[in-house]
Each structure stands twice: as structure tokens, then as C-alpha cells.
């Protein structure tokens, strides 16, 4: 049974730091390629970063280049995601997302997300 579990949200005021972690089960973590995603109240879901299957190549959202980083440890099936210098709109949940690598016939895998808020 596949499985992304994670973890790390909480609440923080503006410019505070959290590390949100996701760990896989029953999937070949090392032959897929990870994403964090977010979704706002009343908002549509959206990219904030990913990573492909060996680290060779990120993406981040414009939003949150230069203060949020996107990491990967094949070893242990675990995507990570430090976010520093929040603001009140990074407040979301937070979900990770599993895409086969070259099998684009499999499914997509997502977590049950992780709230995330940012208030004074």
C-alpha cells in the first residue's frame, strides 16, 4: 500500500521557519519525482517546489524562490521542504506529491497534508 506521510506543519509568526517532511512508503521513492504542493482556504491547489527523481533539477514557485528549499534523501524515501522568512501567505496546507519518473500509466500519489499558519 503506497503511502505519503507528512509531517512538520504547525504555526509560526512572519518571518519564523519550518521544515515540513514527507516519508514514503511502498513506492520506489528513488524512481519518482517529488513535489510540494499548497492550498490556501477558498484557493486552488498550487505548485511551491519540486524535485526530480535524482535531485538533478528543481523548480520553485516565484513566490517562494530564495526563501523556501526543496531537498530529497533517496535513502530513507523522504522529501523535504525548509521553508525560512514566512509570510501570512504562506499560511496553506501543505501536500507532497509522488509522479513516476518515465511510467507516466501510474498514478499520482499525494499525502494527506499538513497545515501550515503564519500569524502575528
Known amino acids: 500500500q503506497v503511502q505519503l506521510v507528512e509531517s512538520g506543519g504547525g504555526a509560526v509568526e512572519p518571518g519564523g521557519s519550518l521544515r515540513l517532511t514527507c516519508k514514503a512508503f511502498?513506492?520506489?521513492?528513488?524512481?519518482?519525482?517529488m513535489s510540494w504542493f499548497r492550498q490556501a482556504l477558498g484557493k486552488g491547489r498550487e505548485l511551491v517546489a519540486a524535485?526530480?527523481?535524482?535531485?538533478?533539477?528543481?523548480t520553485y514557485a516565484d513566490s517562494v524562490k530564495g526563501r523556501f528549499y526543496i531537498s530529497r534523501d533517496n535513502t530513507d524515501s523522504t522529501l523535504y521542504l525548509q521553508m525560512s522568512n514566512l509570510t501570512l501567505d504562506d499560511t496553506a496546507v501543505y501536500y507532497c506529491r509522488a509522479r513516476h519518473r518515465v511510467q507516466n500509466w501510474r498514478p499520482d500519489y499525494w499525502g494527506q497534508g499538513t497545515q501550515v499558519t503564519v500569524s502575528s
Open positions: 524535485m526530480v527523481t535524482h535531485a538533478e533539477r528543481t
Open positions: 511502498g513506492i520506489t521513492f528513488s524512481n519518482y519525482d
